[in-house]
């Protein structure tokens, strides 16, 4: 006589389905469907992916806008990439682009003169079939950052900021004289 062996997953069911079936608890049936373990076979959506180049071809300020520009390309299985785009660690933009490999771009306004940091994190998605979307990881798989600078224009030369006492200077735009370790309001 010829004797096939079952799935462990399988033998669980069954046996849960009996204990019902022969008067056994629905109790009984959730432990022993309980004991089942898992699965080595099937591995997470996520396993293996990742940003494999991000690149950032420029970033520039312009008086009060910042802008930059670059590619990206993502690993075998992963269709898409999400990109956050940071201006001295503050978010301004999410952007998530299909496909294997392509070109990003990113500008924004409202930033004041000075120094500041423009970065780009990224992550490797999956879009599957029906348009659900699963981003990859807990934190960015590439970055890539870069310092841009704008210089303050010079007050006018009858702007009383011209003539503040002490090391003081006007940078907050509001005529009133404070020092470098002030906040604006």
Do not use: K
């Not at 469907?33 to 420029?58: D, F, H, I, R, Y």
Request: with cysteine.
């Amino acid at each position: 006589m010829l004797r096939q062996t079952l799935p462990p997953s399988l033998c669980a069911l069954l046996s849960g389905l009996l204990l019902v079936a022969c008067g056994g608890t629905r109790l009984e049936a959730d432990s022993a469907l309980a004991e089942e373990t898992l699965g080595t076979q099937e591995s997470s959506l996520c396993a293996g992916l990742s940003v494999s180049s991000l690149t950032l071809s420029g970033a520039t300020m312009y008086e009060n806008e910042v802008s930059g520009l670059g590619s990206w390309a993502v690993s075998q299985f992963s269709n898409a990439v999400r990109l956050d785009y940071y201006v001295d660690g503050v978010r301004y933009a999410i952007d998530e682009r299909p496909g294997n490999a392509g070109s990003w771009y990113f500008s924004t306004a409202g930033i004041a003169c000075g120094t500041h940091y423009f970065q780009v994190n990224a992550w490797p998605m999956v879009i599957d079939s029906n348009g659900n979307r699963t981003t990859c990881g807990s934190t960015p798989s590439r970055t890539v950052g870069q310092y841009v600078y704008w210089s303050c224009p010079p007050p006018p030369e009858d702007d009383p900021c011209n003539s503040c006492p002490g090391g003081r200077s006007c940078f907050c735009g509001d005529g009133v004289c404070r020092s470098h370790m002030e906040y604006c309001p």
